[in-house]
């Protein structure tokens, strides 16, 4: 199962956003809000159009542990549906199964969802999926496994965690089900990335 591994906080700190949306990540922008580096904090010159472009396109693959080649063939994708590109991918990376699992609260971080869905704890309409980048649709319903439901770390995050389910999803069973009510539009997706920016990039 091929995933980034690198450092993560440096690449925050490139692309100055909490990519993995972790404490550790938050606390090193706050106290370090320049990219890593001998020379991090010299002033540089303006960024080109390209690197811009560039940027909005590797937010969106670490965001969504995505790699290249994924990413490019969701693209393709994307083009060749009707409506907006840019609004097409963002709402299919939406729609993969570990980030249903981070939306419905289960997971504190993407890759932590990641793991529980590789782990087999995660069901779609019944059956056991274990492909983060599965593909849910209108109508699914996630659960996790009775096993999962047990786990101190998912009661923990079910508890703790403050985050805002999408309206595109509806939560119950004591936050251990989540239903696909709709494909996610464009103003249900939080995530700081310039879309447009990335279809740019893809256009030269």
């Known amino acids: 199962m091929a995933r980034y591994t690198g450092p993560k ?6 692309l100055n956003v909490n990519i993995f949306e972790n404490d550790k990540g938050q606390r090193l922008l706050d106290r370090k809000p ?23 396109k590797q937010k969106a693959k670490y965001i969504y542990g995505v790699l290249e080649k994924q990413f490019s063939n969701l693209y393709k994708e994307a083009t060749r549906q009707q409506g907006v590109t840019g609004e097409n991918l963002l709402r299919m990376l939406e729609q993969r199964l570990d980030n249903v699992a981070f939306r419905a609260g289960w997971a504190s971080t993407r890759p932590q969802a990641r793991q529980f869905v590789g782990h087999g704890l995660v069901k779609v309409n019944g059956k056991r999926v274990d492909i983060p980048s599965y593909r849910v649709r209108k109508g699914d319903v996630v659960t ?3 096993k999962a439901r047990g786990m101190i770390v998912i009661r923990h995050n079910l508890d703790t965690i403050d985050r805002r389910t999408p309206d595109w999803l509806e939560v119950g069973d ?4 989540a239903t696909v009510r709709e494909l996610p539009t ?8 310039r879309e447009q920016l990335i279809v740019e990039l893809y256009s030269k």
């Open 174 to 177: 004591d936050g251990f089900q």
């Open 144 to 146: 996790l496994n009775d």
């Open 34 to 56: 320049y990219p890593p580096g001998e020379h991090g904090r010299a002033r540089r010159r303006q960024p080109s159009e390209y690197l811009i472009q560039l940027q909005e």
């Open 9 to 14: 906080v440096k690449i925050s700190r490139r």
């Open 186 to 193: 464009r103003s249900q997706i939080d995530v700081p990335v």
